[in-house]
T-cell receptor
Framework: GEDVEQSLFLSVREGDSSVINCTYTDSSSTYLYWYKQEPGAGLQLLTYIFSNMDMKQDQRLTVLLNKKDKHLSLRIADTQTGDSAIYFCAERGNAGNMLTFGGGTRLMVKP | SAVISQKPSRDICQRGTSLTIQCQVDSQVTMMFWYRQQPGQSLTLIATANQGSEATYESGFVIDKFPISRPNLTFSTLTVSNMSPEDSSIYLC????????????FGPGTRLTVL
C-alpha cells in the first residue's frame, strides 16, 4: 500500500518558526492535507493543497509541496504554545476520497 | 465546515461485549468514513459507510467484527463486536460533503477502552 512518513517529534521555542516535514510514495496523489490533533480531541483540518500547486499560504501557515520528491512541509510562523499538538499529514489518491495518514509529528512549543 | 458529533465520547467495556458508536452530521453529506486510531498511532481507515447498501471495508477489517449502518445522509453507526483489549482505540467518523470535494472533516472521536 501507499506510505506516508513523518518524523515523530519537533521542539521549538515560542516565537520561532516550526517546519514539519512529510514524505509520501503515491505518485497519483491528488490532494495533500495537514490536520492538527490536540490532546483528547479529534482532528482539525488546518489546510490542504492540490497536487499541481507548489505552495499555499494561509495566515501563519505555509504549505510547500515538492511533487517530484514527494515531499510536503508545513511551516508555522511565530509558533505559540497553543500550537503544541500532534500534526498529521495525509494524502488522497485518485481513486476515491480515502485518506492515507502519516504517523503524526508531536510539536512541543517551549515558552 | 461540517459539524459532526459522536456518541458516546468515551466508554469502558468488558471483553466479549459490543459497543455501537453513533455519528451525526448537521447537514447532508455524500461520503462518511470510519477510522480507527490505536494508542499512540496514526489513523487507519476501517470502512466507507454507504447509504442504503453494505459498507466498503478496507483490508484487515470485516463486517462481522465492525458492522456499519448508514440509514440516511446525516447519520451512521459503527459497532465494535465481541470486543477484546486490542480493540481499545479512538474511533473517528469522517465526512465529505460532495463526492470529489477536497475537504474531509472529522468528528471528535469515541475513546474506547476494553478491559
Amino acid at each position: 500500500g501507499e506510505d506516508v512518513e513523518q518524523s515523530l517529534f519537533l521542539s521549538v521555542r515560542e516565537g520561532d518558526s516550526s517546519v514539519i516535514n512529510c514524505t509520501y510514495t503515491d505518485s497519483s496523489s491528488t490532494y495533500l492535507y495537514w490536520y492538527k490533533q490536540e490532546p483528547g480531541a479529534g482532528l482539525q483540518l488546518l489546510t490542504y493543497i492540490f497536487s499541481n500547486m507548489d505552495m499555499k499560504q494561509d495566515q501563519r501557515l505555509t504549505v510547500l509541496l515538492n511533487k517530484k520528491d514527494k515531499h510536503l512541509s508545513l511551516r508555522i510562523a511565530d509558533t505559540q504554545t497553543g500550537d503544541s499538538a500532534i500534526y498529521f499529514c495525509a494524502e488522497r489518491g485518485n481513486a476515491g476520497n480515502m485518506l492515507t495518514f502519516g504517523g503524526g509529528t508531536r510539536l512541543m512549543v517551549k515558552p | 465546515s461540517a459539524v459532526i458529533s459522536q456518541k458516546p465520547s468515551r466508554d469502558i467495556c468488558q471483553r466479549g461485549t459490543s459497543l455501537t458508536i453513533q455519528c451525526q452530521v448537521d447537514s447532508q453529506v455524500t461520503m462518511m468514513f470510519w477510522y480507527r486510531q490505536q494508542p499512540g498511532q496514526s489513523l487507519t481507515l476501517i470502512a466507507t459507510a454507504n447509504q442504503g447498501s453494505e459498507a466498503t471495508y478496507e483490508s484487515g477489517f470485516v463486517i462481522d467484527k465492525f458492522p456499519i449502518s448508514r440509514p440516511n445522509l446525516t447519520f451512521s453507526t459503527l459497532t465494535v463486536s465481541n470486543m477484546s483489549p486490542e480493540d481499545s482505540s479512538i474511533y473517528l467518523c469522517s465526512v465529505t460533503r460532495l463526492a470529489g470535494v477536497n475537504e474531509q472533516f472529522f468528528g471528535p472521536g469515541t475513546r474506547l477502552t476494553v478491559l
